[in-house]
């Protein structure tokens, strides 16, 4: 599969985002996990890369599978707020 650059980016935030799990990026960009793996190691510094696998591996929320049942949000209802949508 071909990505465009502004799909590559939005894939890789996915990535780090600790409550978006692989199954999302799935879904959405037809990227299954180990696909997004070997996207994250060629655009990451070795290092980052290796402490985003630490951090991510056997994490609950990256893994739908792992989630508590019930949970089927892919992200904290804070986390999208409308930036100045308190300005008046």
């Known amino acids: 599969m071909h990505l465009t650059e502004e799909q590559a980016s939005r894939i890789i935030e996915m990535a ?4 978006t ?15 997004v793996i070997k996207l994250m190691r060629s655009n990451l510094k070795q290092k980052t ?11 609950k929320t990256k893994h739908a599978s792992l989630r508590p049942e019930g949970v089927e949000r892919g992200y904290c209802p804070s986390q999208y ?3 100045g949508g308190n300005k008046k």
């Open 16 to 19: 780090w985002e600790d409550r």
């Open 21 to 35: 799990p692989f199954e999302a990026i799935e879904q959405l960009y037809g990227l299954p996990e180990k696909e």
């Open 49 to 59: 890369f290796k402490n985003w696998r630490a951090r991510v591996s056997g994490r």
């Open 81 to 83: 707020k409308l930036k």
